[in-house]
């Protein structure tokens, strides 16, 4: 784990309301993986003053990484005036991300800005040689939020998607994609979401006896395990902190409410 300055290279809008913020980091793309994350100091004053976690989107070459994020507040505000030559304090690469199983096939599951350290986790499996036998599930609200589609396609995955208004793929919820997949692929699944449809997918999985890694999110103050504050509870009665044993738990420990 690296606490230092990183480079801005570009800060751009990908989709309405999401940018993509592109570092010059040469330790993390060096130390990252799948489902890792980093916070972000942003703006040089005290507010916000707690960093903000953002999930490692991908790594480029030896020097570069992205961060795909949605505005939704303050501190996603500030980041989007960043420009290209600034500096930006970051720590990371922190928690435990994915533990990807070469020898299944994968079943990728995200739903809105849960692609966003998926689509890390499908540059690994891309650059495994086996795109082609990994399936995605992508859903959002509408078509302009589906992220990431076409650079998955390139990268060899057999993608659906799903929209709740219908405007693109199939009519309604990412899960409802799932049983075909699951009945027919056994996948090891490996999902980024809103809770609910993290805990769908997990019952999904339960009942077809499958392996399936959830990543949780959680309002994290330090992102180093030091102020509890992200805690969740698993099905043996253990608080753990989602921002260090996570946060990407199996989902058969997490006690889903
Ligand atoms: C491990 C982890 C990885 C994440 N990765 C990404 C990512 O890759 N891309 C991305 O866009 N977002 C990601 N998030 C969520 C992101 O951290 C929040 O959207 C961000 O902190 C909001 O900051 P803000 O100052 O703009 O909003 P604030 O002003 O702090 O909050 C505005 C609203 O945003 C929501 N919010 C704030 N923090 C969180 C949070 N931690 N979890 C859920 N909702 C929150 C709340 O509804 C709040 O009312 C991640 C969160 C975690 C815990
Ligand atoms: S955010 Fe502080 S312990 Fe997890």
């Given at each position: 784990?690296?606490?230092?300055?990183?480079?801005?290279l570009?800060?751009?809008?990908?989709?309405?309301?999401?940018?993509r913020l592109?570092?010059e980091?040469p330790?993390?793309?060096?130390?990252?993986?799948?489902?890792?994350?980093?916070?972000?100091?942003?703006g040089q004053?005290?507010?916000?003053?707690?960093?903000?976690?953002?999930?490692?989107?991908?790594?480029?070459?030896?020097?570069?990484?992205?961060?795909l994020?949605?505005?939704?507040g303050k501190?996603?505000?500030?980041?989007?005036t960043?420009?290209?030559?600034?500096?930006?304090?970051?720590?990371g690469p922190?928690?435990?991300g994915?533990?990807?199983?070469e020898?299944?096939p994968?079943?990728?599951?995200?739903?809105?800005?849960g692609i966003?350290?998926?689509?890390?986790?499908?540059?690994?499996?891309?650059?495994?040689?086996?795109?082609?036998?990994t399936s995605?599930?992508?859903g959002?609200?509408?078509?302009?939020?589906?992220?990431?589609?076409?650079?998955?396609?390139a990268?060899g995955?057999?993608?659906?998607v799903?929209?709740e208004?219908?405007?693109?793929?199939?009519?309604?919820l990412?899960t409802?994609l799932?049983t075909?997949?699951?009945?027919?692929?056994?996948?090891?699944?490996?999902?980024?979401?809103?809770?609910?449809?993290?805990?769908a997918?997990?019952?999904?999985?339960?009942?077809?006896?499958?392996?399936?890694?959830?990543?949780l999110?959680?309002?994290?103050?330090?992102?180093?395990?030091?102020?509890?504050?992200?805690?969740?509870?698993?099905?043996?009665?253990?608080?753990?902190?989602?921002?260090?044993?996570?946060?990407?738990f199996?989902?058969y420990?997490?006690?889903?409410?």
């Open positions: 784990m690296e606490q230092g300055t990183a480079t801005v570009e800060n751009r809008l990908a989709a309405p309301g999401v940018y592109r570092i980091a330790a993390l793309a060096g130390a990252a993986g799948p489902g890792q994350f980093l916070m972000l100091r942003i004053t005290l507010d916000p003053l707690l960093r903000r976690p953002f999930s490692i989107h991908a790594v480029h070459g030896s020097r570069t990484v992205d961060i994020y949605r505005v939704v501190g996603t505000n500030i980041l989007t960043l420009r290209s030559g600034e500096g930006l304090d970051i720590v922190l928690g435990c994915f533990s990807w199983r020898e299944s994968s079943l990728l599951v995200a739903g809105g800005m966003a350290p998926l689509f890390f986790l499908a540059q690994i499996i891309a650059k495994n040689g086996v795109g082609d036998k995605a599930l992508i959002a609200r509408n078509k302009t939020e589906l992220l990431c589609v076409e650079e998955l396609k990268m995955l057999q993608v659906q799903t929209t208004d219908g405007s693109a793929g199939k009519r309604g990412v409802g799932l075909n997949r699951v009945a027919a692929l056994r996948p090891v699944i490996y999902s980024c979401g809103p809770y609910p449809m993290l805990h997918v997990a019952s999904l999985a339960m009942q077809y006896g499958l392996s399936c890694q959830v990543s999110e959680s309002f994290m103050a330090c992102g180093l395990g030091a102020c509890l504050g992200c805690v969740a509870e698993m099905k043996n009665g253990d608080l753990v902190r989602v921002c260090k044993e996570g946060p990407v199996d989902a420990e997490v006690a889903w409410k």
